[in-house]
């Protein structure tokens, strides 16, 4: 499919006066969540909210990290959703999550998101 990146801004969801720009971040459909550096979401007091969950990154290494909730927001596009507190050497990713609560696909072609259409009722 090939990868690209795109940027997006990251609003804390009890006071969106605190956001930050996120200027490269990997669209990544095979990672389940979004990971955005630790010392952004520090920087606009995102809490964590849940605390040492395991995930397995893409080599099979086995990690730990904190997950907090924040509002992602992609152009007119935006949702809230829970996002990994990255640690340093982690990659700075766009999750499935937060694609499916925007309400966007990926177009591998041209390498860029797209709005995925009307959403189903059932």
């Not at 609003?11 to 630790?38: A, F, M, Q």
């Not at 907090?68 to 640690?87: N, P, Q, R, S, W």
Request: charged share 25%; proline share 3%.
């Amino acid at each position: 499919m090939g990868t690209f990146y795109t940027k997006c801004l990251i609003e804390n969801h009890i006071d969106r006066k605190k956001s930050i720009v996120v200027p490269k971040l990997l669209v990544d459909t095979g990672s389940e969540y979004t990971w955005i550096p630790e010392n952004m979401l520090e920087k606009i007091a995102v809490a964590r909210e849940k605390k040492d969950l395991a995930f397995v990154m893409a080599n099979g290494q086995h990690v730990t990290r904190s997950v907090g909730f924040a509002i992602i927001c992609l152009d007119k596009y935006f949702t809230i959703d829970e996002i990994v507190f990255g640690e340093k050497g982690d990659l700075i990713l766009l999750g499935a999550r937060t694609l499916e609560g925007l309400n966007l696909a990926v177009d591998s072609r041209q390498k860029k998101l797209v709005g995925a259409g009307p959403l189903p009722v059932a």
